[in-house]
Nanobody, 115 residues
Framework: QVQLVESGGGLVQPGGSLRLSCAAS????????MGWYRQAPGKQRQLVASILRGGEPAYADSVKGRFTISRDNAKNTVYLQMNSLTSDDTAVYYC?????????WGQGTQVTVSS
């Protein structure tokens, strides 16, 4: 059972930046999929950034050019760098890790973009 703990959320002004971290309790080197989702109130959970094993990062159109997903295998951590934030980015952000056949989720971290 892999535990995922997100951190780095908070309140930020429009145009600001945040970096989210997702620390895994076990190695992520063999993960088949790592991704960041978000869910705003009243909306469905949305995949915003992901990395497949051996693949290139992929992004939702709404965050392309502003968000960057990265991984540090030595620290068993996945990051989401978020720049040029707008109020539309306000949501609870979740990290997800797939090591076949299991899909693991973190508890979520709140990101609020407001002046």
């Amino acid at each position: 059972q892999v535990q995922l703990v997100e951190s780095g959320g908070g309140l930020v002004q429009p145009g600001g930046s945040l970096r989210l971290s997702c620390a895994a309790s076990e190695t992520i080197a063999s993960a088949n999929f790592m991704g960041w989702y978000r869910q705003a109130p009243g909306k469905q959970r949305q995949l915003v950034a992901s990395i497949l094993r051996g693949g290139e990062p992929a992004y939702a159109d709404s965050v392309k050019g502003r968000f960057t997903i990265s991984r540090d295998n030595a620290k068993n951590t996945v990051y989401l760098q978020m720049n040029s934030l707008t109020s539309d980015d306000t949501a609870v952000y979740y990290c997800s890790l797939i090591i076949f056949p299991h899909n693991y989720w973190g508890q979520g971290t709140q990101v609020t973009v407001s002046s």
